[in-house]
């Protein structure tokens, strides 16, 4: 990139401008005059320029690795400071610009051709250098954008945007589903550019993407959201889908204030969601996209709770059509998308609860689901339980936090034996509950039972331990 401030009269990024003409001299390249080839290192991006004084055609450019995708600057992109931001530009998004926007990218042009003179960058995902190669084949006589007609693919298309509260695009991401894709990581989907404003991408295991090819949903998947940088101010998304069917349904659960938005598949949805001074409130993992099929959503859906226990998960579910199902099975991951078997339940007739204890599971994000077979050989999934294990050493933990119902549990972790006195405060500093509890030393859990009445929001409860120590926690009810 070239910042270029006015003629040689001015020497600093302050100096006045005055106006001059860029010229580019030389031999032009063509035939057998080929621009010279581009090394690519491995798992880095990479920057490149088009070399021809033509537009040229991003799917006729040879790289020694498959690329379906390539990142441009654009000064147009707003967000947070206003100093422009990356387009992704793939090829599983019909090469429409993801956020998109802006002046120089809008939502529905075809951005496959690249200008003359255009830097772009690539990824090379592999182990070993990737060569970027030229040929007159590259060019391109019409280097106008072409809006996108309707697709033949049913490909289907969900476009997450973010916006600022004065309605300036910040960010965005798309996911695609289809038959063509895997679920797995491949130059089907694009990596993300990080940029100092704010950032919305989706996270697939350690992965940050801008855009996700997936397979298409069979029963119910989840999309993670990954959000960095933000300000103190009123945000709002934007979905806008494209070719998915009536049978799907789509829910937006914020973490945060632990609410559900459904998701409109076949139209636009607008939500909107605030960041506060509540440093929760601007957590990265804030949001994820719950994909289910309508069977699903039938009138005998069966749900599954899951809750850690010292250093284990216990996960629960009912079924009031028990003697139906031939067996369950229950499915672990670490990233929500990639689930493996771990115990196959043999149904009990007219047995309608069901318990399981995975023992010391992985620390950080656990997801469950239960996969439930009928006689018929029917499938159907539960939805999807997270349990975190954070990697606790010592000290008094409440779990799960936000707290379910009216039980507080508490885990004590090699703390001393005595008197313990609890007190828990309200938002406006109100003490509503004042208890004590007689603790026995070293590894325990004790549950504190709140009133019915006790209504949802933020918490602070107070520990006093036997030395005269004070603890602060923070509660979401």
Aim: with cysteine; aromatic share 12%.
């Amino acid at each position: 990139m070239i910042f270029v401030r006015g003629d040689r009269r001015a020497t600093s990024v302050n100096s006045l401008p005055t106006t001059t003409v860029l010229r580019t001299i030389g031999k032009l390249y063509e035939g057998n005059f080929s621009p010279p080839q581009i090394i690519a290192p491995a798992e880095k991006f990479q920057s490149v320029g088009n070399p021809y004084a033509s537009a040229i055609d991003f799917e006729k450019i040879s790289f020694s690795e498959r690329q379906t995708s390539y990142v441009a600057w654009d000064p147009t992109l707003n967000g947070n400071y206003g100093f422009g931001g990356y387009q992704t530009i793939s090829a599983t998004t019909f090469y429409k610009a993801i956020p998109g926007n802006t002046f120089n990218y809008n939502t529905s042009s075809n951005y496959q051709n690249i200008q003359s003179g255009q830097a772009f960058f690539v990824y090379n995902s592999a182990s070993s250098p990737m060569t970027v190669s030229f040929t007159d084949k590259c060019k391109v006589d019409d280097a106008n954008h072409l809006v996108n007609r309707a697709a033949a693919s049913e490909r289907q298309i969900l476009f997450a945007s973010l916006f600022s509260e004065q309605g300036l695009i910040a960010d965005g991401n798309a996911v695609a589903f289809g038959e063509i894709f895997s679920n797995k990581i491949d130059p089907d989907d694009a990596l993300k550019m990080n940029k100092d404003g704010e950032n919305f991408a989706i996270k697939t295991g350690q992965n940050i993407l801008v855009v996700e090819a997936r397979e298409n949903v069979k029963a119910i998947d989840t999309v993670f959201y990954e959000l960095t940088n933000l300000s103190i101010q009123e945000y709002k998304f934007v979905f806008i889908s494209e070719n998915f069917q009536t049978d799907l349904k789509g829910y937006l659960v914020d973490q945060y204030l632990n609410v559900e938005n459904e998701i409109d598949l076949i139209d636009t949805t607008v939500v909107k969601f605030s960041v506060t001074p509540d440093a929760a409130s601007s957590r990265s993992n804030r949001f994820f996209l719950v994909l289910k099929r309508a069977a699903e959503n039938a009138a005998d859906p069966f749900l599954i709770k899951a809750y850690r226990k010292d250093i284990n998960v216990i996960l629960e579910w009912e079924d009031n059509n028990s003697s139906e199902i031939k067996g369950y099975e229950v499915e672990h991951s670490t990233d929500g998308i990639y689930f493996s078997l771990i115990k196959i339940i043999v149904s009990n007739g007219g047995l309608s609860k069901y318990n399981f204890l995975h023992n010391q599971p992985l620390n950080g994000n656990n997801y469950y689901r239960i996969k439930r077979v009928k006689i018929n050989e029917k499938i159907e999934y539960s939805e999807i339980a997270k349990v975190l294990l954070p990697e606790f050493f010592t000290g008094i933990h409440v779990y799960p936090n936000p707290v379910r119902d009216e039980n507080m549990n508490l885990q004590f972790i090699k703390q001393p034996a005595g008197k313990y006195n609890f007190s828990l405060f309200n938002s406006i500093g109100q003490r509503i509950f004042l208890k004590e509890l007689q603790i026995s030393g070293g590894n325990s859990i004790q549950t504190i039972y709140l009133k019915k009445s006790t209504p949802n929001g933020i918490y602070n409860l107070q520990i006093i331990k036997p030395d005269g120590e004070k603890i602060f926690l923070k509660v979401r009810k």
